[in-house]
């Protein structure tokens, strides 16, 4: 206060008139503009409150990961036991509900309670777990028979999947009006048949790897698997876009429309930023040499793995579509600008991260049994996995006939009917299911419950059946070959395990690459673009003095681990002779 009326006291005698006013003013405004705050900005959790909360945030940490170990360690005896009939979700979803059971008696039992550490957050699988699958996924696409079957590949993505979703969302909604079934409104009824569309990829590819089908048409089916999470996504965001006051006030065409815009915004919006951050990706690693650094090389590869997927999602587009193309565009063009040892590590860091996010869902799926409450209708749920199959057949028999009237390999009735059976349902119709905003909550309840039913009929049923309509095929074709039945592997961990990308290890100097691409005869459209202007524009070519580095950097790192197992408490010569 004495210093207040001291400076005011200095005012009134040193400066005169409108001086005093304004400097007055000033100190006034000051004062009111940075009042002191009656509460904190940001809500902040203090004493006991915080204490509780980091311990449930805690055992809900290990309670996963001790999941997670239990799983590896699962796959791990499946590999070494050569049950190669099981498929790895199959096990895991088995294992989550048998697990669930002991802790729901656990719980009955009241020796402790697990409740809040098995229940699975919508958020956490959106956010963490499914980026690096989806990328993943992207990545580890073979781009030469992508490109080549992109016609074919979108037809039974985008075209399949909405084929699908119709009949599923239409077939529920005219059920409902008919009282054979629970009434759903028509955005609800879309936005179900829109999440159940989503097919397994993992699954599916493991079958066709295991038939050792046609490259091209393991391709057709791996391509449409892939875009088919994303357009499925992309579809229910639609549909859950359309609220009832929208339905309400424009007529069924006008909603039809705005669907369909919505929808082609977030499909082209969103899979144009990906491919625009993924060519940005190459340009940056091509003319900023990191390869002498391959921790800063792969950490950068890491930041522009995310990045499509956070402004995708901040500008209201689909993150899934975005980082989907990101990393088919990034393993076509950015991956060649990497050193070998990058390479080599991007692949495996990815399939790693991507194993143990799918491991991570599928155990929390047969967990869910357990830890959600749900609300069964036996009704609903046989007419709804009729409805999934039904729509399954009218999309893929109906476009695969229209295809082969353009298509040099055809796809055969016995690869249709295989399509078909593969049309498996895995963790993101569960995720959506969870995500979806349905009232009352008796609603929810039963639209989640019938999609893990649904789900688990998939991966139970026809995954189990895999192997029996393998040894089917095999029946068949005995005449035209004979399959050693060890060579039918339904495991995806322990293929990617044995395997290098011999596509993305490819280092090839000016003159190779022209030899190799730009003069090869057999390039149209697409390809022969990219081969003639976008590589050459977007991809380092190396000299020799470039391929000499690489082969020496792989060399020294191969002859310090093989140093480290010499020196090892089990090195032997009878062992180094052995690796010899």
Known sequence: MGSMMAEEEYLNTTHEGPNITLHTTLAITTKLVLPTPAKPILPVQTGEQAQQEEQSSGMTIFFSLLVLAICIILVHLLIRYRLHFLPESVAVVSLGILMGAVIKIIESQKLANWKEEEMFRPNMFFLLLLPPIIFESGYSLHKGNFFQNIGSITLFAVFGTAISAFIVGGGIYFLGQADVISKLNMTDSFAFGSLISAVDPVATIAIFNALNVDPVLNMLVFGESILNDAVSIVLTNTAEG???????????????????????????????????????????????????????????????????????????????????????????????????????????????????????????????????????????????????????????????????????????????????????????PYALSLHLDLEPMEKRQLIGTTTIIIVLFTILLLGGGTMPLIRLIDIEDSKARKRNKKDINLSKTEKMGNTIESEHLSELTEEEYEAHYIKRQDLKGFMWFDAKYLNPFLTRRLTQEDLHHGRIQMKTLTNKWYEEVRQGPSGSEDDEQELL
């Not at 915004?265 to 190459?282: C, D, E, R, V």
């Not at 950015?334 to 692949?347: D, K, Y």
């Not at 209708?377 to 996995?385: A, G, K, Q, T, Y």
């Not at 729509?391 to 006939?401: D, E, K, Q, T």
């Open 242 to 428: 359309l609220t009832r006051k929208n339905m309400s006030d424009v007529s069924g065409w006008q909603t039809f429309l705005q669907a369909l815009g919505y929808f082609l915004k977030m499909f082209f919006g969103s899979a144009a930023l990906g491919t625009l951050t993924g060519l940005i990706s190459a340009l940056v690693l091509k003319h900023i040499d990191l390869r002498k650094t391959p921790s800063l090389e792969f950490g950068m590869m890491i930041i522009f793995a995310y990045l499509p997927y956070g402004l995708a999602e901040g500008i209201s587009l689909s993150g899934i579509m975005a980082i989907l193309f990101s990393g088919i565009v990034m393993s076509h063009y950015t991956h060649h600008n990497l050193s070998p040892v990058t390479q080599i590590l991007m692949q495996q860091t990815l399939r790693t991260v991507a194993f143990m996010c799918e491991t991570c869902v599928f155990a929390f799926l047969g967990l869910s049994i357990f830890s959600f409450p749900h609300k069964f209708e036996i009704s609903f749920v046989i007419w709804c996995i009729v409805l999934v199959l039904f729509g399954r057949a009218v999309n893929i028999f109906p476009l695969s006939y229209l295809l082969n009237f353009f298509r040099d390999h055809k796809i055969t009735p016995k690869m249709m009917f295989i399509m078909w059976f593969s049309g498996l349902r895995g963790a993101i």
